[in-house]
T-cell receptor, first 116, second 115 residues
Framework: AQTVTQSQPEMSVQEAETVTLSCTYDTSENNYYLFWYKQPPSRQMILVIRQEAYKQQNATENRFSVNFQKAAKSFSLKISDSQLGDTAMYFCAFMKPHFGNEKLTFGTGTRLTIIP | NAGVMQNPRHLVRRRGQEARLRCSPMKGHSHVYWYRQLPEEGLKFMVYLQKENIIDESGMPKERFSAEFPKEGPSILRIQQVVRGDSAAYFC?????????????FGPGTRLTVT
């Protein structure tokens, strides 16, 4: 079974600074997908960024980028120019499609606070 | 196109009562996933359904919990004889079949409180 580990329960950073959230996972699979989800105080789960394991290029979405190290099974999220609206819980998730079953395995989350 | 809808948003039940949680997937989505989030924890997969079929219920507790996704109407997660440990946020997510993006769209969740 796959496991996802987020070793930073809480982090805080000054507004406009850059912050990196770490995530490691354990799998014997070769083809899979990794995600970062954001959960603000409203509790709505919002997809931040996605990475396909077969792609060597790191995914980027505006101020959000990942550092995907397949051999090390590491998938960190970098938030540049952090904004107050980035304050939220961030969850790393793993998915291996299996005959249409795309269930997600989540880490325990990192609570990120952006300080004005 | 309306997003994934869940109701109720908040549900309070006394121990021993039944809880019914509803999820209407996005239009055109035929796959529904239910996840449970205990306080201060991540989301944990419970069950994966397609129309009229339970595909994977490996995360569902063996007793008191059941799920369905009928041909017409929303998906229902049913918890019988609730206990305090069932207090959690329950999220459903929907997706298309084999979508290229593999993105699941989440509903706002139902927060269940058992008193």
């Amino acid at each position: 079974a796959q496991t996802v580990t987020q070793s930073q329960p809480e982090m805080s950073v000054q507004e406009a600074e850059t912050v990196t959230l770490s995530c490691t996972y354990d799998t014997s699979e070769n083809n899979y997908y990794l995600f970062w989800y954001k959960q603000p105080p409203s509790r709505q789960m919002i997809l931040v960024i996605r990475q396909e394991a077969y792609k060597q290029q790191n995914a980027t979405e505006n101020r959000f980028s990942v550092n995907f190290q397949k051999a090390a099974k590491s998938f960190s999220l970098k938030i540049s120019d952090s904004q107050l609206g980035d304050t939220a819980m961030y969850f790393c998730a793993f998915m291996k499609p299996h005959f249409g079953n795309e269930k997600l395995t989540f880490g325990t989350g990192t609570r990120l606070t952006i300080i004005p | 196109n309306a997003g994934v809808m869940q109701n109720p948003r908040h549900l309070v039940r006394r121990r021993g009562q039944e809880a019914r949680l509803r999820c209407s997937p996005m239009k055109g989505h035929s796959h529904v996933y239910w996840y449970r989030q205990l306080p201060e924890e991540g989301l944990k997969f419970m069950v994966y359904l397609q129309k009229e079929n339970i595909i994977d219920e490996s995360g569902m507790p063996k007793e008191r919990f059941s799920a369905e996704f009928p041909k017409e109407g929303p998906s229902i997660l049913r918890i019988q004889q609730v206990v305090r440990g069932d207090s959690a946020a329950y999220f459903c997510a929907s997706s298309t079949s084999g979508g290229a993006s593999y993105e699941q769209y989440f509903g706002p969740g139902t927060r269940l409180t058992v008193t």
